[in-house]
């Protein structure tokens, strides 16, 4: 429940809410008060969202949704004209809104970081977790005028290859549609058997079969109600396995893609390696890249992420691994992960966020925050 204090009649109002572990009493706080400035009659109601939930759910999965996409309509549809929010998943999701989006980018801080709290920093490369990540990587590696590496393929994990049996376990698809059951086919049969048995107790009807069409033409003419539709008797007649494998046997079928054994294209030999990607949740594929570039030489990993989410058991994966230092941005709260785990640096944006509201009060131009800042970054 909302109760506002004050007359926001005609006012802009701004809403600061970020995404957190709570993340569904997160959205909801966000919505009811959207919606309560709303029916107050605001004039401007601005949703600051340094991070946007849902962000990952962009892209159609199976019989899924698009997660994203709802939760910009419930947002527009609350009442917000307005969305601030930094480093989103997928530059895309600003399509989903009705209303302005203003994305900005936390990689500035990120490289300045760098640039002062990491010694002889010449000597890095920049590392792109997955081929996915290559982008970014590259933005960063031309402003520091480093090298970049790549890690290809994937660690095989027990949770990967148990997700992998349930899948092929499952349903595929191969016998759509689905057989009709014993009973309807035994109607169809029926009904076909009494329309046949019907025209030749006719006088001077001839024995033998009855195509549907004169079964159906020949219940016209009498004046009767047919048993059954032509389509369905027709039906009847067919044995119904014929039609289930109709269009299957033409249908290409694709080989399963199986990623290789994870792998580093690059020289990491001797340098800093640092990983950069835009959000941290479970970090276990960092984790065993750390391993793998250990093993190629690399004699000090650093990990950057716009938004540290740092999930379940996070916190006791990055002290008990490789991993030197995991720097994120204050985007989400993770003072609690900070007290279990010494290595997490935190990078503070909030001069950004709020130079973004300043300018965008003032009716000012947006487009210095964006000042060298690529698609990729």
């Known amino acids: 429940m909302v109760e506002i204090q004050e007359s926001v009649r005609s006012r802009t109002v701004y809403i600061l809410q970020t995404g957190s572990k709570d993340v569904n009493n997160s959205i909801m706080e966000l919505l009811v008060m959207a919606y309560a400035c709303k029916t107050s009659s605001a004039r401007n109601i601005i949703g600051v969202i340094p991070y946007l939930p849902y962000s990952k759910q962009s892209k159609m999965r199976k019989r899924g949704c698009i997660v994203s996409k709802l939760l910009a309509k419930m947002m527009c549809k609350a009442g917000l004209t307005h969305i601030i929010t930094m480093d989103l998943h997928q530059k895309e999701i600003q399509g989903f809104f009705d209303c302005p989006v203003d994305n900005l980018r936390a990689s500035p801080f990120l490289l300045n970081y760098i640039v002062e709290q990491i010694p002889d920093y010449r000597n890095s490369v920049i590392v792109a977790k997955d081929p996915a990540s290559c982008k970014r990587a590259t933005s960063y590696a031309e402003r520091l005028r480093v090298g970049i590496a790549v890690i290809h393929g994937e660690a095989k994990t027990r949770f990967d290859d148990d997700y992998e049996d349930a899948d092929e376990d499952g349903d595929d698809g191969r016998t759509s549609p689905p057989p009709l059951p014993a009973r309807q086919q035994g109607r169809l049969h029926s009904s076909v058997s009494m329309s046949s048995f019907m025209e030749r107790s006719e006088p001077g009807a001839e024995p033998g079969p009855v195509t549907a069409a004169a079964a159906a033409a020949a219940a016209l003419r009498r004046g009767r109600p047919r048993l059954r539709s032509a ?20 249908v290409p079928m694709q080989a399963a893609k199986e990623k290789p054994p994870i792998s580093v294209v690059g020289d990491v030999g001797g340098r800093i390696a640092i990983m950069v990607d835009d959000m941290i949740d479970d970090v276990r594929s960092f984790v065993a890249a750390a391993e ?8 000090k990993i650093y990990v950057m992420a716009t938004h540290g989410l740092l999930s379940a058991d996070a916190p006791r994966l990055i ?18 992960q900070k007290i279990h785990c010494h290595k ?34």
């Open 319 to 336: 002290e008990e691994s490789a991993i030197d230092e995991v720097v994120v941005t204050n985007t989400v709260p993770h003072d609690v």
């Open 344 to 377: 997490i640096k935190t990078v503070d944006v909030s001069i950004l966020l709020s130079e973004a509201i300043r300018r965008l009060h003032n009716k000012e131009s947006l487009s210095y925050l964006f000042r060298n800042i690529t698609m990729e970054d």
């Open 292 to 299: 793998m570039l250990k093993e190629r030489g690399a004699y």
């Open 231 to 250: 389509a369905s008797v027709c039906f009847g007649e067919v044995d119904p396995s014929r039609i289930m494998s109709v269009g299957v046997t033409g």
